[in-house]
């Protein structure tokens, strides 16, 4: 199974003002282990800015057409997975303010499922967090904190 993620470098002003980092890595739950996936890099084109905001407009609360208004450098990681259970890391710095987000997906019958997806409004305490995930990822919260 191909799944698509995003790491990305965004200022901007207008239509409001974006300063924005973000290194994403994937990785796939094997046997209670986050294992990282390997993945081929390539530039951002057209064609992924509709997979850009589905990951992102939740998850950041930002868009395509939020962060092409001024300079934006983008890859995309093609990732090739073999389990049920995927684990996107974003590691993110939002005007200075540094923050790792975590979003869960099941593969089901050939199927990419988002079951979880932490979101930079409202984010609560990492224990809380890391129940939760730990529960849908079926890893410890130990392995979590590795990441």
Do not use: N
Request: net charge negative.
């Amino acid at each position: 199974m191909r799944i698509k993620a995003f790491s990305f470098e965004a200022k901007a002003s207008e239509p409001r003002p974006i300063d924005v980092k973000v290194e994403t890595r994937v990785y796939e739950a094997r046997r209670g282990r986050a294992v990282r996936l390997s993945c081929a890099e390539r530039p951002f084109s057209l064609d992924d800015a509709l997979d850009f905001d589905l990951e992102f407009s939740d998850t950041l609360q930002l868009t395509y057409a939020d962060v092409i208004h001024g300079s934006f450098s983008c890859r995309v990681l093609d990732c090739e997975a073999g389990g049920d259970t995927i684990i996107k890391v974003l590691d993110a710095q939002l005007s200075g303010r540094r923050v790792r987000l975590f979003i869960v997906l099941t593969v089901e019958e050939g199927d990419v499922r988002r079951v979880y997806a932490d979101r930079i409004t409202g984010l609560g305490e990492w224990r809380e967090r890391a129940t939760k995930i730990s529960r849908l990822a079926s890893l410890p919260p130990s392995e979590l904190e590795a990441l």
